[in-house]
């Protein structure tokens, strides 16, 4: 966990010349980066309203997957090589896939009743395959969401159930930042972000902690403190800065890249092409090939990749994506190595770290 006082003295000690500033991807970051490609899973009230976004006024009466099968996901992610598993716990719109005392808006107050987090984790278990979270910072919701230090609160309670309910968690992979701007993008005193990362690591010390926004764009990394870069359908850089200076020191962040099965989509941003959430009327599905390259370039530059797959109405996989991944699994090299693949960069050249 980072503590700014050892940070200080660490850099103290650096600047009297009594330590070398060697920086190095520490026992977490190589135990995430040995994971090396996981499937990420958008699922929730959205799914079954045909919408990517919502705005917390959707009737949850309409959620009822009757046909749920974690396994599915599962077995489907493993027949691809991937090593987990990123699942969206909670999007901009405030539902919750898991049952939470700390709002109405969740699956167990649906028909369907079943917790959907609790049935996934346990299906991982059993296939060895690591579970991650994505939770959405911005709530359209809670009522709490406009008071700074009551949500933070709300979040640090929601938190707790996810890293103490469900077994080990290997990332929480944090969106939605920009709701809450001020001199910068995103605003890291409104939403707490420091105390929101320590409550994380206090928990779960190894859990990985990226915020989509901030952490993938070239410069300042705004909310900080963080353990990975987020590159929402976007390849690491060539030759990549793996080294940050943030905080007062040079910190190792790796980059994590995700792209979607789906092909749907206009092209245009936002979202460009390739859908999160499953849609009725997109059929589409993107090579098995074209996610092998770009698999292989993360690989060579020292990065995860998140394949993002969305789930019907039903609660199961489209026939395309499973086959997809299954032939991903048989065309993709694994990684060999528990080390980062992109040079080390030396931080005592100036050219060799990005400074924040």
């Known amino acids: 966990m980072y503590d700014p006082y050892q940070a200080q003295v660490a850099l103290d000690r650096v600047l009297r010349g009594e330590a070398k500033a060697v920086i190095e991807p520490d026992d977490s970051t190589l135990r995430w980066l040995k994971l090396g490609a996981g499937m990420m899973v958008h699922f929730g009230i959205n799914t079954f309203y045909d919408r990517e976004w919502s705005d917390g006024t959707l009737d949850i009466n309409a959620f009822n997957p009757v046909e749920y099968d974690p396994e599915q ?43 959907i987090l609790a049935e996934l984790a346990e299906a991982c278990s059993k296939h060895g395959i690591k579970l991650a979270y994505y939770y959405s910072l911005w709530d359209r919701y809670e009522p709490s969401f406009e008071h700074d230090r009551g949500y933070a609160m709300f979040m640090k309670r929601q938190l707790t159930e996810l890293l103490v309910n469900y077994g080990e968690i290997a990332e929480i992979w944090f969106d939605g930042g920009w709701k809450k701007g001020g001199t910068h993008y995103q605003d890291p005193e409104r939403w707490h972000w420091r105390e929101i990362y320590e409550h994380i690591k206090a928990i779960q010390p190894h859990c990985m902690v990226g915020n989509n926004g901030t952490s993938g764009r070239s410069g300042e990394i705004v909310m900080w403190p963080c353990d990975f870069r987020i590159g929402e359908k976007k390849l690491p850089p060539e030759n990549d800065k793996q080294i940050r200076y943030c905080g007062g020191l040079g910190n190792w962040l790796p980059f994590e890249a995700v792209f979607t099965l789906s092909a749907g989509g206009d092209g245009k941003p936002p979202f460009g092409s390739g859908k999160w959430f499953w849609h009725p009327t997109d059929v589409t599905t993107v090579s098995p ?34 086959q997809c991944l299954e032939q991903f699994g048989k065309l993709n090299k694994p990684a060999t190595s528990d080390k980062p693949a992109a040079e080390k960069a030396n931080p005592t050249d100036p050219d060799a770290a990005i400074t924040a």
């Open 73 to 115: 996901w599962v077995c489907a992610a493993k027949a691809g090589g991937l090593k987990y598993l990123l699942f969206v716990t909670k999007h901009h719109d405030g539902f919750c896939n898991w049952h939470t005392q700390w709002t109405d808006c969740h699956c167990g107050n649906t028909p369907f009743k079943r917790d």
């Open 289 to 322: 090939e074209s996610l092998v390259e770009k698999a292989v370039v993360c690989r060579e530059r020292g990065a995860n990749i998140l394949i993002n797959a969305g789930p019907t109405d039903k609660g199961l996989l489209r026939d395309v994506d499973v």
